[in-house]
Nanobody, 126 residues
Framework: QVQLVESGGGLVQAGGSLRLSCAAS??????????MGWFRQAPGKEREFVAG????????NYADSVKGRFTISRDSTKNMVYLQMNSLKPEDTAVYYC?????????????????WGQGTQVTVSS
């Protein structure tokens, strides 16, 4: 069984920063073999890709809406994934989810991700 547990969400003013963390665990889960992604879902909207990092950490991908503001990273010694979010905007308000994917290449579609966390709320006030 694989567990992904997000933390670090909260309420922040526009222009502020937050750092989300995702702790991955599981008896048979080999963290270094999974691409990791962050997705978000706002009320009434579909879940959307935010950022992804390849299993080796050498490749990253970002949604256009967050490029230059968000940074994804991973620490394979701790089985952790992070999302540093700077210059936050009210439109970044959503529940943010961590996800793991065993594909060979980094994917942006939520359909292919195998495992999901429960989500953490990020609210950006104007």
């Amino acid at each position: 069984q694989v567990q992904l547990v997000e933390s670090g969400g909260g309420l922040v003013q526009a222009g502020g920063s937050l750092r989300l963390s995702c702790a991955a665990s599981g008896r048979t889960f080999i963290f270094s073999r999974y691409n990791m992604g962050w997705f978000r879902q706002a009320p009434g909207k579909e879940r959307e890709f935010v950022a992804g990092i390849s299993w080796g950490g050498g490749g990253t991908n970002y949604a256009d809406s967050v490029k230059g503001r968000f940074t994804i990273s991973r620490d394979s010694t701790k089985n952790m994934v992070y999302l540093q979010m700077n210059s936050l905007k009210p439109e970044d308000t959503a529940v943010y989810y961590c996800a793991a994917d065993s594909s060979w290449v980094l994917q942006m579609s939520h359909d292919v991700y195998n495992y999901w966390g429960q989500g953490t709320q990020v609210t950006v006030s104007s």
